[in-house]
């Protein structure tokens, strides 16, 4: 059996279509440092592009279709990019992704051409790691490479975006697509979520980001959801302004006693991480993985007491984290109530690290983490051979 993905691809191409693939392109998984539940509030974020992504290997074809098996799923989709019908099987819910793209980039009157390939990733499905956006992102790249259209990396994650809000039906916010878009190596990348300007920073010398899935899975959280967002709208109407992202600490502070109890914790947690994440880019640019490290166990601390979207894995396995040697930080990454913790670790302890907190969260909760030690990588691209 292969290991990697793009072996796989490679493998299942052969299989299938009997000739050697002429392009192959991967699109990256992220984990978010800092600032969570801020993008929808037009607010700061620093998410990190990492080492497992979406490959594709294809080559163009000449009738117009797409034709694409998946490695993982073991099923063929095909379809006509400019009729395309939203299918109804839950099984080959993958090639949604790949018709939504196309439909996204369609209705913005890029060319679409056709072409067959296969596809196989690595990111952890339901861990809070982006595998849609990255498949979102390989399929686009892919339609590039074929079609020839200009490659404008946040123009494409915000078609991307579409697809996953209006053809999958996932009321997402931008960072995942941009960041799958225009990662760079080494760096995680500040994203202003009003603008969309990004501002790349890079990881403090000598350490790495190393991504703690808890095995837990988010259940039932789209209420929860739905009810903070309306919580931070409702601050951000008080304040008088578009979104909390334009409230300071300061103007925070002087005013909070005026909100309802609940409604004051979740606009705390908004107000005090755009702080965060802003301060956390400048510790990045001065190299201070301690600073840094303070801010994403600050971050954490926020998300559990002010806006309530941990749960007891998650704060175990941030615990267990930071009581190790190296460790700078760790706080609890994407939407919460599951999923995954990321913490920020010296380079030559990561791997004892990995090893004593899969030990220790193992005993407390009898769950066993998969850990991940990840660099930043590269955002969609072509992979030269």
Known sequence: MTSTPLERARHAFHEHFNEPPTIAVRAPGRVNLIGEHTDYN???????????????VLRPRTDGYVVAYSA??????????????????????????????????????????????????????????SSSAAIELATARAFHEVSGFDWHPATIARLCQKCENQWVGVNSGIMDQMISASGQPGHAVLIDCR??????????????AVIMDTSTRRE????????????????????????????SVSQFEARADELDEV?????????????????????????????????????????????EVTNE???????????????????????????CAVALVAADKAAEFAT????????????????YISPATAGASRIEE
């Open 72 to 129: 993982d799923y073991h099923e063929m989709a095909q379809f006509d990019p400019h009729e395309l019908v939203r299918g109804e099987v839950v099984g080959e819910m993958w090639a949604e992704y790949l018709k939504g793209v196309a439909w996204a980039l369609g209705e913005a009157g890029y060319p679409l051409h056709g072409w067959e390939g296969a596809v196989a990733g690595d990111v952890p499905m339901g861990a809070g790691l």
């Open 356 to 371: 004593h907190v899969s030990q220790d969260y193992h005993k407390a909760l009898g769950l066993t983490a998969n850990i």
């Open 195 to 208: 603008s969309l300007e990004t501002t790349p920073v890079p990881l403090p010398e000598d350490t790495v």
């Open 263 to 307: 409604v004051r914790k979740r606009a705390r947690h908004i107000v005090t991480e755009n702080d965060r994440t802003e301060r956390a880019a400048k510790a990045m640019q001065a190299g201070d993985a301690a600073l840094l490290g303070q801010l994403m166990n600050q971050s954490h601390d926020s998300l559990r007491d002010d806006f």
């Open 42 to 56: 037009d607010g700061f974020v620093m998410p990190m592009a990492i080492d497992r992504g979406v490959y594709i």
């Open 220 to 247: 039932l959280v789209t209420s929860a959801y739905n009810e903070r967002r309306a919580q931070c709208e409702a601050a951000a109407a008080h304040f008088a302004v578009k979104a909390l992202r334009d409230v």
């Open 313 to 339: 894995a998650l704060n175990v396995i941030v615990d267990i984290a930071r009581a190790q040697a190296g460790c700078f930080g760790a706080r609890m990454t994407g939407a919460g109530f599951g999923g």
